[in-house]
């Protein structure tokens, strides 16, 4: 059955790792798996998608939508979707409808609590929700000493070591050094 399965969440909640799993999966029940990776993504590895704990899978580096090639693929996996163009959405739709399984992975949220828009546009992940199966992670909020520990939904984002500001710019691609998982209750925004 071909159907649009959507990863979201927060940095650090295990986005990546869940992809990379079901991907594996489909894999062993013998399925032909590509997965997609955009090149603005290369904190680990350029060539491979890569979880924080070290499980890594071969991907195709791409700019833009357009540069998936589905050839014999009957699963297309596709890692940080919110990087993408606004072309995403159509693609995916296009896919079910044609019989190709679609799973993406990417952050629902940006630093702002606002839906993370694609690439130059007002469309963002949002927009792809009504036709997935929709799996939103959350992480552990790691703020103070003791961690607080409650649910995380949310990314924190520094610059300098101090939480960002409202108009920093919507993308920065960071890993420790630049984001954090928070709840709402420690999630900050400077004005």
Not at 25 to 51: C, M, Q, W
Not at 95 to 101: R, S, V
Not at 114 to 125: A, D, G, M, Q, T
Not at 150 to 163: C, H, L, M, V
Request: with cysteine; aromatic share 8%.
């Amino acid at each position: 059955m071909s159907e649009i399965e959507l990863i979201t969440g927060p940095m650090y909640c295990g986005k990546t790792t869940e992809l990379l799993r079901r991907l594996r999966r489909n894999k062993i029940a013998g399925k032909e798996v590509k997965l997609f990776k955009p090149a603005i993504d290369d904190r680990r590895s350029k060539n491979n998608a890569s979880t924080h704990d070290g499980v890594i899978m071969e991907a195709y580096v791409i700019e833009k939508t357009s540069d998936i090639e589905v050839g014999n693929a009957e699963v297309i996996g596709i890692e940080e979707i919110q990087f993408l163009d606004d072309s995403i959405v159509d693609f995916c739709i296009d896919l079910k409808n044609k019989g190709i399984k679609v799973i993406a992975a990417g952050l629902n949220l940006n630093f702002k609590r606002e839906p993370f828009r694609f690439k130059n546009s007002e469309i963002h992940i949002g927009h792809l929700m009504p036709y997935a199966i929709n799996t939103n992670l959350h992480s552990i909020c790691t703020y103070g000493s003791p961690k607080c520990g409650e649910d995380a939904f949310y990314s924190q984002r520094f610059i300098n070591g101090k939480p960002a500001r409202y108009n920093d710019p919507e993308v920065l691609v960071g890993a420790e050094e630049c984001y954090d998982a928070r709840c709402l209750e420690h999630h900050i925004i400077r004005k």
